[in-house]
């Protein structure tokens, strides 16, 4: 069983003027999918805060994915893709791809996510969108994935060529 943190990033959610739903849906779907959620946090949208989290749980807690929610937006306050970007060792572009690919299905305005994906150390950071809608749909499309990616992260498989379509 995978460990996993949550990191929610949000100024209204944080200083307790907002329900969390997303990173409660989080905390759901992952346990529902039978990963084993480690820490779940609140955070203000603070780029230092977000980062310092990333790298406790990467470092310290030593989980193996991490999700955050909110602040991937156009707002100035939005800074979770950069303290993402500031804490990875290796870019892993193609979850955060597939995200919005799946959403541009759905909503032309998923263009707008500027979410980010890597690895540090072992452990894989994926940012998720804010809204609880979006959090579910990019979830829900990732999840089939994420075990393998996981499994060869940690060493535990080494081929990725299975095909999943017939």
Do not use: W
């Amino acid at each position: 069983m995978f460990k996993v943190g949550i990191i929610t990033a949000s100024d209204k959610g944080f200083r307790g003027e907002r329900e969390d739903i997303s990173g409660e849906l989080i905390k759901k779907m992952m346990s529902d999918a039978e990963y084993s959620i480690s820490k779940y946090i609140v955070l203000p949208d603070e780029k230092k805060m977000i980062s310092d989290e990333l790298i406790n749980m990467s470092n310290n807690l030593k989980l193996d994915l991490v999700l955050t929610t909110g602040g991937t937006g156009f707002s100035p306050r939005d800074t979770t893709p950069e303290a993402t970007l500031e804490v990875i060792d290796r870019n892993a572009p193609g979850i955060a791809e597939a995200m919005r690919y799946h959403s541009l299905k759905i909503t032309p305005k998923a263009m707008l996510s500027r979410a980010v994906s890597g690895i540090r150390g072992s452990t894989l950071i994926i940012n998720l969108p804010g809204s609880p809608t979006a959090v579910k749909e990019n979830l829900e499309f990732i999840l089939p994935a994420l075990q393998h990616g996981l499994e060869i992260l940690k060493g535990l498989a080494s081929e990725c060529a299975t095909r999943t379509n017939p």
